[in-house]
């Protein structure tokens, strides 16, 4: 389901990424240590390694430092897109995917490892707990951007409202893992600048983030 992501456009600067549309940043290189966390998690298992939206490619370069045998990227939005082909040229373990997570994740291998972190993906975020299952399997390593600056997700069980519409319609409550108690938490600090501190960004107080992480099993992946 093709979202914000793919009608925007963004202007690139050498510290962040620029959504023309509002004037946010969509990413900033002040990140970089949150994505060093979620990239030395999401390869912990080495393997075949899933990562949602492309961006500066930061979290991308820190998975390309570990040992793994491939690395999908799917990425929906044409200009990054183009850059991520870019990018990828000589990196032969690399595969861009030009589309929607929700539709277009291969399906010729199950994932050792997904890292999600798509900006503008309101219509689709909702789903990952479930959708994602279909692709994993016992022991894959899931992790996902935390919007929240405390040891708690969007996805750890309690009922969770978006509070957005898509023309109109309400986007509904976001979709929880099975079983929520098996999240863990990995932590970094870091200087998150003010302008952060927004809903679907980080919301919270302080200077810690919390990265989380859930390994299936049997029970997630319907075994």
């Excluded at 277009?104 to 689709?124: A, C, Q």
Aim: glycine share 10%; charged share 25%; proline share 4%.
């Amino acid at each position: 389901m093709k979202g914000y992501a793919s009608m925007t456009t963004y202007t690139i600067k050498d510290d962040c990424i620029v959504d023309d549309r509002t004037g946010w940043d969509v990413m900033s290189t002040w990140e970089t240590p949150i994505m060093q966390l979620h990239a030395d998690m999401v390869c912990a298992n080495g393997g075949h390694i899933l990562e949602f939206g492309f961006g500066m490619g930061i979290s991308a370069g820190l998975i390309q430092k570990h040992d793994i045998e491939s690395h999908t990227i799917i990425e929906i939005n044409d200009g990054i897109y183009d850059r991520l082909v870019e990018w990828a040229k000589d990196k032969p373990n690399v595969i861009p995917v030009k589309g929607d997570w929700y539709d277009d994740i291969p399906t010729d291998k199950k994932y050792d490892g997904v890292f999600y972190d798509g900006f503008g993906d309101m219509l689709n975020k909702r789903y990952f707990p479930t959708r994602i299952m279909q692709h994993c399997k016992e022991g894959t390593i899931l992790t996902w951007y935390n919007n929240l600056l405390k040891e708690e997700s969007q996805y750890d069980g309690s009922v969770k409202t978006m509070n957005r519409t898509e023309k109109g319609v309400p986007l509904g409550d976001l979709e929880q893992f099975k079983s929520p108690e098996r999240i863990t938490y990995e932590t970094v600090s870091l200087t998150i600048p003010d302008e952060a501190r927004i809903k679907w960004y980080l919301e919270g107080e302080g200077n810690i983030y919390y990265a989380p992480q859930l390994i299936t099993d049997n029970t997630d992946i319907g075994g």
